[in-house]
């Protein structure tokens, strides 16, 4: 996959040292961050069945029930995501 070169100019707007690029909040670590949480959404989705605040969701036996804070160690240091659960811990 090829990230467009109009997205990669957004994202770099505001670049002025590597800091901003790989520092403790530069923007690896948010990508990282947002994918991660947004790839656990998706799973979610898969599990249950049904997208995030759909109608169905509600007349089903197992629903999203919030997230919570873990800690992610990896090469790009550590990272707190917010992993999302449901109601009968199955996911």
């Known amino acids: 996959m090829?990230?467009?070169k109009e997205?990669?100019?957004s994202l770099m707007k505001d670049y002025k040292n590597p800091e901003d690029l790989i520092g403790e909040t530069g923007l690896i670590k948010q990508l990282i961050k947002q994918l991660?949480?947004?790839a656990m959404q998706a799973e979610m989705t898969a599990h249950l069945?049904?997208?995030k605040n759909a109608p169905t969701g509600k007349k089903?036996?197992?629903s999203r029930n919030g997230s919570y804070k873990k800690?992610?160690?990896g090469e790009f240091g550590n990272l707190d995501i917010a992993?999302?659960?449901d109601r009968d811990?199955?996911?």
């Open 89 to 91: 811990s199955s996911f």
């Open 71 to 73: 800690r992610v160690k």
């Open 83 to 85: 992993v999302p659960r």
């Open 36 to 38: 991660l949480e947004r």
């Open 2 to 4: 090829t990230i467009p």
């Open 7 to 9: 997205v990669l100019d």
């Open 60 to 62: 089903a036996s197992n």
């Open 49 to 51: 069945g049904y997208e």
